[in-house]
């Protein structure tokens, strides 16, 4: 649905047990229902608020039973794994650093692959998961897009560019039109790396939650023109996921130019 639900937190503390809790309990209630809990998550600064809240707490990391989680990207800059700007090497990073990188099973983007290739291939390593169980739904009527088969993310993690853009989706883009594909590519991208991969919209709003962090001053600007400029199509306003709500988990520094949130 189009329906947004905003957490709004007075500063880094509070955003972190907001964000730790919903956190939680998403995953424990995937593991007692599937026995899986399969998470997607973005880079930047996302990927930054999401290892302070759940990884660096001691006392709420362990309440995630890391060894029935799967984690996949968001979206991926076509750099090598060691690449500082790699978004897997930052995750394996937080991971090692939180004592628990044997645990998890993290599906990283071949990115010595084309860019292409990484794509689809990335489109198969989530489609070969058809035998855990729940994740992959066969459509026999789509509802949105031309897929026949799409994952069902029990979380899927977002953030909003200063750009406005969310996962690798940029405004006014084409990959913005996508409807077959679960995976994508972008050649040239206005935020640097010019190249990168990325979840297109069927798969996003396919999920069974999907969440936004945006966080901090430096994001006062987008966040207003997110919420009322409606001259441009920004592609976290095509995140309408069909079996669920949005919930953004923001702070009063990112809300402070939104008039509804005055
Ligand atoms: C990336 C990120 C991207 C991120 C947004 C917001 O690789 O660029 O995955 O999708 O979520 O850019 O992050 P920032 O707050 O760091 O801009």
Known sequence: SDFSVFRISQNAEELAASFGGYFVEIASKAIEKQGSFTLAISGGSVLQYFSKAILETAGRRELVDWEKTFIFLVDERYVPWDDPQSNYGQLRKFLRS????????????????SLEEAASSYEQDILSRQNEQDFI?????????????????????????????????????????????????????????????????????????????????????????LCEDHSVQYPARLVVPIFTRKEWFVDEDAMSQVAAAQ
């Open 98 to 113: 939180s004592g628990i990188e044997h645990k998890v099973k993290v599906f990283p983007v071949n990115t010595s692959l």
């Open 137 to 225: 739904k066969v459509l026999h009527q789509p509802v949105k897009y031309q897929v026949e088969a799409v994952p069902a993310f029990d979380l899927i993690l977002l953030g909003l560019g200063e750009d406005g853009h969310t996962a690798s989706l940029f405004p006014n883009k084409e990959l913005l039109g996508e409807t077959k594909k679960l995976v994508g590519y972008e050649r040239n991208s206005p935020k640097p790396p010019l190249e990168r991969i990325t979840l297109t919209l069927p798969t996003i709003n396919h999920a069974k939650n999907v969440a936004f962090i945006v966080v901090g001053k430096g994001k006062a600007e987008i966040m207003q023109r």
